[in-house]
């Protein structure tokens, strides 16, 4: 204890090691959002050839798909095969 009470530190953190166990769960957190949300473009491009496919009609060019809050292209590249 210090000379005229507890130290800020002490009062503000009082268990250091729950806060270090704290900050590295929400990191982890953070980076499973961030992957969640990179994968998303590729769920969205599967499930719209799924559906295709099951309504019965068969995909004859690429589909691409923009974000619009970052500007990001993806592609769905078709492969082309002799006609059936």
């Known amino acids: 204890m210090a ?3 507890m130290r800020r530190q002490v ?5 250091p ?3 270090a166990v704290l ?5 982890e957190e953070r980076a ?3 992957s969640d949300k990179s994968i998303s473009p590729i769920r969205v491009l599967g499930t719209v050839r799924m559906l ?3 309504a019965g009609y068969r995909l004859i060019s ?3 798909i923009l974000d619009t809050r970052t500007g990001d292209k993806y592609r769905s ?3 082309r095969k002799g006609k059936k």
């Open 77 to 79: 590249i078709t492969e």
């Open 52 to 54: 295709i496919k099951r």
């Open 62 to 64: 690429d589909i691409e």
């Open 3 to 5: 000379k005229n009470g």
């Open 32 to 34: 499973m959002e961030r």
């Open 17 to 19: 090691t729950f806060e």
């Open 23 to 27: 900050a590295r769960w929400r990191q």
């Open 11 to 15: 009062y503000y953190r009082s268990d």
